[in-house]
């Protein structure tokens, strides 16, 4: 029997309904991940799940005395207390006592030796003794401890992304028979993403998530259910083959439609022929037409896909940044510790850490926007860098969409070609309705997406994105990571989807902790294969007092054939450059498989080659100059 029910749910805002007689079953145990586009109605239909929406018409019937828990991708007003609080208020009367407990525990901690307080503590004690409250405690501690939550924090007083983990917590802690999460990882790092993973995984109970994390997608969705034009479908089966199988459905769709339009046009001709074929028409075959025009009219187009493609720039020089020994701490807590690096054109790194470790500041010390404390930072020449910051800082609250692209203009230019603003925001996704919209009405999906549109109208041969993945939909996050396979410059991006980093960069710069910050050759699985583990802490043995005189230094100097050597280096790195690139090209094309599919497998294992010799080019490279530069 079905843990719920959703039954004929209907649900509209004024527009097309985002639920259009809708009906769902979640059964035991069950894992499922309802996807769909931004505004599909994902949220809507998760809050009519939950009882915090009433839809329009229908019902859903819950198993009795069924227990759900919610996480909601907007944080709801009002709430207070501190963040063990609201973590164990899921908890009923077990939770009060638990909460009383921490906030005795913490006042205690200032008053010490008040006999109320610690006779208030010892009946408390007693009870949770009694109802096995301990074993909770510890729960509630470790869940708060994994998402790097201060039990003590006032909740009014924190972000927004640490009071949605809090909710998080909430929603786990209190273990339900249904947990409905709304975009989970928003705001969490990897590490957090890791756990979260295994700790949904371990669990026996039903499960129904949204997600824009295609990894956590893949590992924890046992059924995937679709919201698309205001209809639910449901596929049991994985990710990738539900990809495969919704391109083969609307395909037949499209043939469908197709087929239903040629069918009306041929009636059409018929209903419009002279006076002899009128006379002779059936009604029978005019009420079949209305039906035919009928279903068209009702009929409900796909939204429109996002259009990214980014403005051209004139190629930087080959070194883009160099970075030498550069240190920087707050309060004496050092965030980066003797970090060096070279990155040059058409790099594309990845910057990954907890949150709090410094990725930004990285970003910012590399761009030149803050000095380090010690050590260098070059940039090479002609450098055009276009920088999505994180935390949104480059958007006007009180100005339109419109104005924020258009800067007040009707038009705008891309790769020198004249375009109306609102023709560019529709590539983006902002009807002219919506682009004349004040940018403090926006959602969170809505924001990324204009941040994108201001950043791909600048020229640029440096993309640098902060977190650009929060609140966008899986169809426009693989756009996104397609134009930045295609980017042809550099690109420096901070980012928690471990998919995206597997798939786009091609070294993984890691912060691991007090200062220490490394970088690998490779996406996110790689880094997990070959990261360092913390160093020990170990008694440092006492040396031996030395009287020999040390030796003196003395300064290497390439020799002729390795002058020659670093010469030419820069040219064959870029034959294998371009080389690569076409290699990427030819394997990307759709027709290469259709009727040339014996020539993939040589092509991949050149493609290979290339990118051992690249490395091997730009080791050498590195190792040359270095001897030059003594």
């Known amino acids: 029997m079905a843990l719920l029910s959703v039954q004929q749910v209907r649900m509209s805002f004024g527009g097309p309904p985002l639920l259009d007689s809708v009906s769902l079953h979640i059964e035991p145990g069950e894992r499922v991940c309802l996807l769909g586009r931004n505004g599909a109605g994902k949220s809507s239909l998760m809050r009519c799940i939950a009882g915090e929406l009433v839809p329009d018409s229908g019902r859903i019937v819950r198993q009795q005395d069924l227990r759900v828990s919610f996480l909601p991708q907007e944080v709801p007003q009002g709430l207070g207390g501190t963040v063990f609080e609201l973590a164990a208020r899921g908890l009923g009367k077990l939770g009060h006592s638990l909460a009383a407990y921490q906030q005795l525990s913490a006042e205690l901690a200032h008053r010490h030796g008040n006999r109320q307080l610690l006779a208030r503590l010892d009946r408390l004690q007693h009870s949770l003794d009694m109802d ?11 869940i708060l401890s994994h998402l790097d939550l201060d039990p003590n924090a006032p909740f009014a007083s924190l972000s927004g992304g640490l009071k949605r983990r809090t909710l998080l917590a909430a929603a786990l802690v209190s273990d339900p028979d249904l947990l409905l999460l709304d975009e989970p990882t928003n705001h969490l790092d990897i590490t957090a993403i890791d756990w979260l993973e295994a700790f949904l995984l371990q669990r026996e109970k039903a499960l129904l998530f949204v997600t824009h994390d295609r990894l956590l997608l893949r590992k924890l969705a046992t059924r995937i259910v679709e ?61 079949a037409l209305q039906a035919l025009r009928a279903a068209r009219r009702s009929r409900r187009q796909q939204p429109g896909s996002v259009r990214l493609q980014a403005q051209d720039a004139q190629r930087s020089g080959k070194r883009v940044i160099r970075a030498t020994d550069l240190s920087y701490s707050y309060t004496d807590q050092p965030l980066i510790d003797h970090f060096s690096t070279t990155i040059m054109r058409g790099d594309k790194v990845g910057i990954i850490g907890p949150n709090g470790s410094g990725k930004t500041t990285l970003l910012q010390l590399l761009l030149g926007l803050l000095p380090p404390q010690r050590g260098i930072v070059e940039h090479g020449t002609r450098l055009r860098i276009a920088y999505f910051d994180q935390l949104r800082i480059q958007l006007d609250e009180t100005k339109t969409v419109q104005d924020m692209v258009g800067d ?33 009405a926006l959602s969170g999906g809505e924001r990324n997406r204009l941040l994108l549109a201001r950043l791909f109208l600048q020229p640029s041969n440096v993309l640098v994105l902060d977190e650009p993945t929060n609140d966008l939909d899986l169809d426009t996050l693989e756009l996104l990571e397609e134009l930045l396979l295609d980017y042809p410059g550099t690109v420096l991006l901070v980012s928690h989807d471990r998919a995206l980093l597997n798939n786009v960069v091609t070294s993984v710069v890691a912060f691991e ?12 699985d790689d880094w997990l294969r070959q990261r360092r583990p913390a160093p020990t802490q170990t008694p440092t043995p006492q040396p031996k007092p030395d009287t020999a005189r040390p ?22 790195i870029e034959q294998l450059e371009a080389e690569q690139n076409d290699l990427h090209r030819q394997l990307a094309d759709p027709k290469l498989y259709r009727h040339n599919g014996g020539q993939v497998g040589p092509l991949k294992a050149r493609l290979s080659a290339v990118e051992h010799e690249l490395e091997a080019a730009f080791a050498r490279w590195e190792t040359l100059e270095a001897v030059q530069q003594g």
């Open 513 to 524: 902790g007090e200062g220490r910050v490394h970088e690998y050759v490779g996406g996110y």
């Open 227 to 287: 919201l698309d034009r205001g209809r639910l479908s449901s596929w049991s089966c994985d990710y990738d083959a539900f990809l495969k199988r919704k391109r083969a459905a609307l395909d037949a769709e499209a043939q469908e439609w197709a087929q239903l339009d040629k069918k009306i046009a041929q009636e059409e001709i018929w209903i419009h022929q002279g006076i002899t074929a009128r006379r002779t028409r059936n009604e029978g075959r005019m009420r």
């Open 132 to 142: 096995g409250g301990w074993l909770v405690h510890r729960q509630v501690e470790q």
């Open 408 to 440: 007040g203009h009707d038009t705008v230019t891309l790769n020198g070609k004249p375009r109306h603003i609102f023709s560019y925001l529709q590539d983006f996704l902002f009807p002219p309705e919506r682009a004349r919209s004040p940018v403090k």
């Open 551 to 572: 030796p003196r230094a003395t300064r290497k100097k390439l020799s002729y054939k390795q002058q020659q050597e670093l010469h030419a280096l820069p040219e064959k």
